[in-house]
T-cell receptor, first 115, second 113 residues
Framework: NAGVTQTPKFQVLKTGQSMTLQCAQDMNHEYMSWYRQDPGMGLRLIHYSVGAGITDQGEVPNGYNVSRSTTEDFPLRLLSAAPSQTSVYFC??????????????FGQGTRLTVV | RKEVEQDPGPFNVPEGATVAFNCTYSNSASQSFFWYRQDCRKEPKLLMSVYSSGNEDGRFTAQLNRASQYISLLIRDSKLSDSATYLCVVILISNFGNEKLTFGTGTRLTIIP
């Protein structure tokens, strides 16, 4: 079982560069989401999706785009990287949150540094 | 005001002690609540769900107080292996009616030998 696969694990970008963080899950989960984690800030929700073709903004969406063309994949795009986007990024997936007590599974994280 | 708030700690407690964390949430319509655990430089993992009547899993007890909009986690007879960050998680409803999984800032716990 692959679970949630997140790539790359580490990345260094120059200011202004663009890149895509990949997230794939093989559990047929409806819900997928992206978080960033900074020291003392916990996990802040960037974007999320409740199913293919549906996305919504979270707490800190600026500078990031997402799409959900398939159930399995939920890529996160940084359009023009800024040093403020230096962070650890986590992708998570779960069955629909309308189900009782559904568990979220996380990828191993991407450590992104923007210089 | 953040939607889910926790005391960030750190909590430094001796091995064998009992420690409790609280978490408050802002949306009274929230229906589901969880505690996740995150080890240093690792991804979060589910510790336990929080049921309306309260629930226990070994040394861990979770409670929900809907009237005051807070949840709690009690750890009894703490072990060195309990050292981690504990994250309060709430399912909130967005302005568009979609559910979203929202995390508190986390409480760091260190168990001292």
């Amino acid at each position: 079982n692959a679970g949630v696969t997140q790539t790359p694990k580490f990345q260094v970008l120059k200011t202004g560069q663009s890149m895509t963080l990949q997230c794939a899950q093989d559990m047929n989960h409806e819900y997928m989401s992206w978080y960033r984690q900074d020291p003392g800030m916990g996990l802040r929700l960037i974007h999320y999706s409740v199913g293919a073709g549906i996305t919504d903004q979270g707490e800190v969406p600026n500078g990031y785009n997402v799409s959900r063309s398939t159930t399995e994949d939920f890529p996160l795009r940084l359009l023009s990287a800024a040093p403020s986007q230096t962070s650890v990024y986590f992708c998570a997936s779960s069955y629909s949150l309308r189900r009782s007590n559904t568990e979220a599974f996380f990828g191993q994280g991407t450590r992104l540094t923007v210089v | 005001r953040k939607e889910v708030e926790q005391d960030p700690g750190p909590f430094n407690v001796p091995e064998g002690a009992t420690v409790a964390f609280n978490c408050t949430y802002s949306n009274s319509a929230s229906q589901s609540f969880f505690w996740y655990r995150q080890d240093c430089r690792k991804e979060p993992k589910l510790l336990m769900s929080v049921y309306s009547s309260g629930n226990e899993d070994g040394r861990f007890t979770a409670q929900l107080n809907r009237a005051s909009q807070y949840i709690s986690l009690l750890i009894r007879d703490s072990k060195l292996s309990d050292s981690a960050t504990y994250l309060c998680v709430v399912i909130l409803i967005s302005n568009f009616g979609n559910e979203k999984l929202t995390f508190g800032t986390g409480t760091r716990l260190t168990i001292i030998p």
